[in-house]
């Protein structure tokens, strides 16, 4: 069974950082997409970054130049780190991952962390 467990979230001003850790229990040497959605209050889920098995990366629109995503195949685990956090950052950001390529769509993600909730006050 398929594990994602996130942190990092929190209440913070704007203007300051976050970084988001998901660790899982896959195997290394599987192909999987991991990736991060975001579902700020009363809006749909939406990509913010995809991390395909060959270490390249995507970001979303609205966060390129704002954040990085990395990766410590040690410890099985990836990082979304946010800066100049916005009021409209506020969401539940979720871990996911599934096998084989990545995706911009939520609906084609098999796996899920519990989510982690971002609120950014102005």
């Known amino acids: 069974q398929v594990q994602l467990v996130e942190s990092g979230g929190g209440s913070v001003q704007a203007g300051e950082s976050l970084r988001l850790s998901c660790t899982s229990n896959?195997?290394?040497?599987?192909?999987?997409?991991m990736a991060w959605f975001r579902q700020p209050p009363g809006k749909e889920r939406e990509a913010v970054a995809l991390?395909?098995?060959?270490?390249?990366?995507s970001l979303a629109h609205f966060v390129q130049g704002r954040a990085t995503i990395s990766k410590d195949n040690v410890r099985n685990s990836q990082y979304l780190n946010i800066n100049s956090l916005k009021p409209e950052d506020t969401a539940m950001y979720y871990c996911?991952?599934?096998?084989?390529?990545?995706?911009?769509?939520?609906?084609?993600?098999?796996?899920w962390g519990q989510g982690t909730q971002v609120t950014v006050a102005s």
């Open positions: 991390f395909p098995s060959d270490g390249s990366s």
């Open positions: 896959i195997s290394r040497n599987r192909t999987v997409c």
């Open positions: 996911t991952t599934r096998f084989g390529w990545c995706s911009w769509y939520n609906q084609v993600y098999e796996y």
